[in-house]
């Protein structure tokens, strides 16, 4: 390849949809995250593995606004930019839906949906937009959910994964960022869960998924990042890697890193 050739290759290089260079983060005498290179691109879904305390939810927290990193930068589309807030990351398009769900069971369906945008006529809630605008959110995401005024207490745990995962789509994110969707779901539900994912990612938008359910990464994945202790220390396409291979990255046997016996 000349010169030229070079140059044209590297001007089609993609630019990531959002960028982290040497990310750091302390709390108190604790190196949580250790200077993290971390590039994602639209309509992928990239896997986020790793012991206990290996630094997942402290890097996908800087990346979504709640925590402000101490060293390093972030891009999105080529830009830098610095999040202070969740709100901050939102206005880039960037949601996570945590763990907790941070659903509200005494409420219904369409009301977790519109939480805090509630649609208003006058001084009152409107709730036919709540509900004609819940419906269409679900249809475009192919979730079921027969009856939309049903509390989300009385929902499965696939449905209520589901519903969170719909209110953070219903934002038109270009990053969404979900910390373990299908942990204490049976099989059926778990099933669900990730085919959503994959229309999530069928639309463009860039997923970054955190799981200890290694065997889900294998069905919506295109790349599994590995952290260690804080730092990053593998970075595999889904087709070159399997569980053997992960399960020795992330107990610290496949990177060199000490692990344990």
Same mark, same amino acid.
């Given at each position: 390849?000349?010169?030229?050739?070079?140059?044209? @290759?590297?001007? $089609?290089?993609?630019?990531?949809?959002?960028?982290?260079?040497?990310? +750091?983060?302390?709390?108190?005498?604790?190196?949580?995250?250790?200077?993290?290179?971390?590039?994602?691109?639209? =309509?992928?879904?990239?896997?986020?593995?790793?012991?206990? @305390?290996?630094? +997942? *939810?402290?890097?996908? +927290?800087?990346? *979504?606004?709640?925590?402000?990193?101490?060293?390093?930068?972030? *891009?999105?589309?080529?830009?830098?930019?610095?999040?202070?807030?969740?709100?901050?990351?939102?206005?880039?398009?960037?949601?996570?839906?945590?763990?907790?769900?941070?659903?509200?069971?005494?409420?219904?369906? $369409? =009301?977790?949906?519109?939480?805090?945008?509630?649609?208003?006529?006058?001084?009152?809630?409107?709730?036919?937009?709540?509900?004609?605008?819940?419906?269409?959110?679900?249809?475009?995401?192919?979730?079921?959910?027969?009856?939309?005024?049903?509390?989300?207490?009385?929902?499965?745990?696939?449905?209520?994964? *589901?519903?969170?995962?719909?209110? $953070?789509? @219903?934002?038109?994110?270009?990053?969404?960022?979900?910390?373990?969707?299908?942990?204490?779901?049976?099989?059926?539900?778990?099933?669900?869960?990730?085919?959503?994912?994959?229309?999530? +990612?069928?639309? =463009?938008?860039?997923?970054?998924?955190?799981?200890?359910?290694?065997?889900?990464?294998?069905?919506?994945?295109?790349?599994?990042?590995?952290?260690?202790?804080?730092?990053k220390v593998a970075e595999r396409k889904i087709a070159d890697t399997d569980l053997t291979d992960l399960v020795s990255l992330i107990v610290g046997k496949g990177?060199?890193?000490?692990?344990?016996?």
């Amino acid at each position: 390849m000349n010169a030229n050739q070079t140059q044209g @290759a590297a001007a $089609a290089a993609p630019i990531p949809r959002i960028a982290l260079s040497g990310i +750091k983060k302390r709390f108190g005498s604790v190196e949580a995250i250790r200077g993290v290179d971390l590039a994602l691109y639209p =309509g992928e879904c990239v896997g986020l593995v790793g012991d206990n @305390a290996a630094g +997942k *939810s402290t890097l996908t +927290k800087i990346i *979504s606004g709640t925590y402000v990193p101490d060293e390093g930068t972030i *891009s999105i589309n080529g830009e830098p930019v610095r999040f202070a807030t969740p709100a901050d990351a939102r206005k880039h398009h960037i949601e996570m839906v945590y763990q907790d769900l941070s659903l509200c069971d005494t409420i219904d369906v $369409a =009301g977790n949906l519109y939480l805090g945008r509630e649609p208003m006529n006058g001084i009152f809630l409107d709730r036919k937009a709540m509900r004609d605008g819940a419906r269409a959110m679900l249809e475009r995401l192919e979730i079921k959910i027969p009856n939309l005024d049903a509390l989300v207490a009385q929902l499965s745990g696939g449905q209520r994964q *589901s519903i969170a995962i719909a209110r $953070a789509a @219903a934002f038109d994110p270009q990053v969404l960022i979900m910390d373990e969707p299908t942990s204490a779901l049976a099989v059926k539900e778990v099933e669900a869960v990730l085919d959503l994912i994959n229309r999530v +990612k069928a639309k =463009g938008v860039t997923v970054v998924l955190i799981t200890h359910r290694l065997q889900d990464l294998f069905n919506v994945c295109d790349r599994i990042t590995v952290m260690y202790e804080g730092l990053k220390v593998a970075e595999r396409k889904i087709a070159d890697t399997d569980l053997t291979d992960l399960v020795s990255l992330i107990v610290g046997k496949g990177h060199g890193m000490g692990g344990h016996a």
